[in-house]
Structure formats: structure tokens, C-alpha cells
């Protein structure tokens, strides 16, 4: 009886949690590379959109998935400019970015609001949607869903396996060596921010087109700011941004069934959880003493040379 | 011959007004494209929006009035920021200054204006200060990012001020509507010698002085500026870290708390949730193009409230979305930020060796 109740719930979980698994793993590749982009908020707002408007006009939501990722990595791309070639501060510049990116997609998104698109599909997947439990959980979801179970196992691999992963952590750990050792730091880091604002705008097609599959103003609802929590909770790791990522969509599910059960607790108090249980989260990972495992150089520009 | 990038010996004088002029006019343009994107006219909408803003002595006074939560809240984030605190919760803190503030006038509704307009200004600065010492005890005790937990302790405030407006403090008469009931005549700042413009205008002066007093001429000020700039100097000169944050996020949150109180009384004379417009985020920018002084930030926040009014009346005579304000405010800072780069390094056309 209760695994009934219980296997709709975690099925919910795993899709409320994909569009920030992707945008945390954005974040975090960026993180790593030495930039903080505070901007994930409007990258993914910025990225829904686009995701609406390319899945719209040519019916093909594979398009808009990529539009999306593009959204992302252009409004990034602003980020890159301003910090690595004007060496701006990267606090104020993503802050900077998260208000230009929520006025470009309400702005853009005004005439749209309420107008559907062609999204995403359920595809279960055959064999594995009919393992008991986990299929309906994992395996009865839309391609995005799949797409985001990879990813966290390609960055791992990057980072783990290869010399490029070496070279962007190096970028974010220890710039001076980095260039000392004949990398060009700039480009790494250019490469980190661009990356990351594909992936986070990915998550934000996902808003639009599998999570809701229309257009409404303020989608991302803070998404992109529990993101980069989730980044510190995770302690720069791909893995625990899943459970993170999870944890997240958990609470979100739970608050919405709740809300969907007709409960007398007012919904305004059940929106505050997701955002209360992100700081309650940072105070976890602050009591296990690991946070200092930021990148070192996280923050700090690097000089211009001559 | 090839271009490089070489550090200025000085400052480059009179820096800030070009930057800040270049920073304008790129910004203008791109609003301008933005406009005309969606088949609107790029010059007569920028007209509009002047006009609307700076042109007529209505627009000033609409102007003036939005520069007041702006100003107050700036002021509190760049007293923050000095010291490199990255507190983005003043709009939560606004929030809380604003519950606070309505607690006092609901709970004493017959009280002559003596009594219960001292007492909601010590309402709303406790309750903004209060609520700022939440990220400060998470910073100082358990090392919790601040920029995380005031953001989301932004959404907290806000569907709390929801909560109590959809809820337990809504008006029975109000067909439904989330309000509050309207406050006594007591509980609401009066405009000055009966024009529009009201005493709110007058705390902010206060304000303004006594931060630029702090800041300049005590020890605290030199604390905070030295903490911001070399905290572990700071550290080994036992300059009290610690306490210094809990300083900056109590007048922080004081701050915003009064802009909270003043927005509710002074304008619209009620709680409701259209008093949260943002205005702690535009404070985050007017703080930065100020860089952090009392007296600019008096300028940029009217600079900035004249973009905010003169977006309204593109909204109206245009029907621009108000978003294209978020816009403008994001260009701005951005650019800023970039040609700030020129201040301290120059591009020099260098002659190749050999």
C-alpha cells in the first residue's frame, strides 16, 4: 500500500530534480575551472526560454534542447567577458547576470506567457521500465531524464580520467603553476564558464520543455540559486550532486503532493521548505569541517600579462 | 606591431565619469536594439522613458520618492560589501522591516502618532536586524556561505509576508484581496508641509549621515574598510572579525528594515505583496556604481529610481514589459564592471622586437 504511495513520489522526485542535477554539474564545472558564476539563475532562465522559442518554431524539441544549452552558454559567455578578459568581480558580475538574464527572458517571454510548446515525451525504456521499483522510478521518464543520468558519470570521467579535467582544475586550484606548466589559464577558464552555462542552460530547457511545456514568466522560481548551494554541498564532486540534485527534487515533490492533497497548512509555508532545507543543507556539509574543499583559487582573477 | 595590455603608474583621472558615461551609452543602445526587436520605436521609447523619469516636476517627485527604499537599502548593502560581506538579503530584510513595522500599527490601531510611529521604526529595524543575524550567526559559527543563505532566506521573508497577507493578517473587507487592513492615520508618515514628497526623504539624510560619519571618522569604519581589504592583516591586528560581521548585518539589516517600514506607511499605507518590488536587489547595483560611498550612493539610487518610474511609463504609454527595467539594471552594472578594467590597465600598441 504504502509503496504505491511511495514509488509515484520518488518517480516525482527523480523529474523534479533533473533541471538542478544539470544546472549544479554547470556550476560546478565552471567552479572548478576558477570562476564563480553566481549568474545560474538567469543562464537557466535564459536557457528555458531559448528552449521554448527554437522547440516552438521548428516542432523539434531536440533543437530546443540544444537552443537552451546555447541560451545558457551565451549569457555566460557575458559572465566570461566581464571577468577573465575585463577582470571584473565575479561576485557582483554574476549577480549582475542573474538580473539581466530573469529581465531578458520575462522581457522576450512576455508575448509568450501561457502558450505551449512541443516538448518532451515519456519514452520508458524497454526492459528496464519493467525491473520492479526502479523502472517506474528511473526508467518512465522523458530522454532528458536519461541524458542527465550520464552526464554526472562523463564529468567524473573528465575530471578523473583525462588531462584536460587535470588542466581546468589546475585552472581553478593553482593558476600560477597552471601557467607556469605552459597552460593557457584564460582558456581554461573560458572553457569552464562556457561549459558550464551549456549544462546549466540545459537545465533550463528542461523547465520549459519537459517540466511544464509552456511558457510562464519566473520558471527557474530559484532553482538556479539552490544550484549553486548544492555546488558547496557537494563539495565539487559529481556524485553528490546527484544525491543533492535528489534531495532537492525529494522535497520539492513532497511539497507539491501536500499541496495537491488539499492539506490545511498554507502553501506559502510549504514553499519555504526547498529554500530552508538548502541552508539546513549547508549547515550539514559546514558541520562535517570539509568545506574547504573549494578551489583554492575560486574567486580570483587573473592578472592580464602584458 | 601588436596590442598589450599594461598596467597604469595612476589611476587614469577623471576614470569613473567616462567609464560610467561609455558604461550608459553601450547600455542605452542595446535597450534601444531590444526595443525595436519587438517593433517598438528605439529613440521614442528612450524619449518616453526620460520623460517619464526626469522630464516633468510629477515624474521628480515619483522619482525622488522610489529613490527613498533604494537609497536606504544601498546604503545598508555597501556598508556590508565594504567589508567584503556579500549580503544580498536586503530584500528579505525589507521584507521583515515592513512585517515588523505592520505588527506595530495593526496591534495598536488607536495609538497617536507619537507613540506608535517611534515604535513601528523600532519594529522594523529590530525585525530587519534580527533577521539579518541569521546568515551573520551561519557565517561566523558555522562558516555558511553568505551569499546562499541570504538569497534564500530572500524567498524565506518573502512568503512569510505572503503567509501573513493571504492569512492571518488579511483584511476581512478586502473581497479577497492579500491586504492588510488599511493603517490608522496615526500609523502613516505624513508627506512634508502637505506636498507628496514625504518624512521618509528626511531619514534617509539621517541615515546617509551618520554612515558616512561612521565610515569615515571612527574606528569601526577603519575596521570594516580594513577587514574588507586584508582580512588576515585584519586578523593579526585583532580587529574582531566576528563582531564586525554581526555590525555590517545589523545596520545592514536595520537599513533595509526601515526602507520596509517607510514603503508600507509612507506609500501605501498598508501591508500587501506589491510592496516587494526588488528594491534590495536594485540596491545591490546602485551600491557598486557608488562604489560603496554614502553620498553617491545617493545619486545612483536616483538615477536608478528614475529608470525604475521611467520603465513604468513605457509600460503604460508602450506596453514595454517591466522586466526590460531588470534589463537595463543588469547592462548597467555589467559594463561598469568591465570598464572599470580601464582605470588600472591601459591597451598599448607596442612595436614587435627585432
Known sequence: MTI?????????????????????LGEMVTERSGTLNLGVEGMMLVGAFAAFLASTATGSPWVGFVAGGLGGLGLAAVHGLVTIVFTGNQVVSGLALTILGSGLAAYLGTPYVGANTPGFGHLPLPLLADIPVLGPVFFRHDALVYV??????????????????????????????????GLSVPGLRWLGVLAGGFLVGLGGAYLSLSYTHLWTNGLAAGRGWIAVALVIFAFWRPGRAVLGAYLFGGVMAFQLRLQASGTVLPSSLLLMLPYVLTILVLLLSSIRGRVKNAPAALGANVEPEG | MRLSIVKRQEPLPGGSFFILAGALVFSLSISALLLALQGKSALGGLYVLWHGAFGAGYALVDTILKSVPIYLCGLGVAVAFRMQIWNIGAEGQFAMGAVGATWAALTFPEAPAALVLPLMFACAALAGGAFAFIPAWLKTRLKVNEIISTLMLNYIAILFLDYLVYGPWKEKRSFGFPMTAQFSDAAVIGGIGGSRLHWGLVVCVLAGILVFVMLRFTRLGFELKASGSAARASRYARMPYDALVWTVMAICGALAGTAGLIETSATVNRLQPSVMAGYGYTAIVVAWLARLNPLTIALAAFFLAGLRVGVENLQLELQVPAAFGNIMEGLILLSVLAGQFFQTYRIALRRRAG
Request: cysteine-free; charged content about 10%.
Open chain 1, 148 to 181: 542527465s543520468y550520464v552526464l554526472p558519470v562523463l564529468i567524473w570521467l573528465l575530471f578523473a580520467r583525462t588531462r584536460l579535467g587535470l588542466a581546468l582544475d589546475a585552472a581553478g586550484e593553482n593558476p600560477a603553476a597552471a601557467k607556469a606548466a
Open chain 1, 4 to 24: 504505491d504511495l511511495l514509488i509515484p513520489l520518488l518517480a516525482a522526485t527523480v523529474q523534479a530534480g533533473t533541471p538542478v542535477l544539470y544546472a549544479t
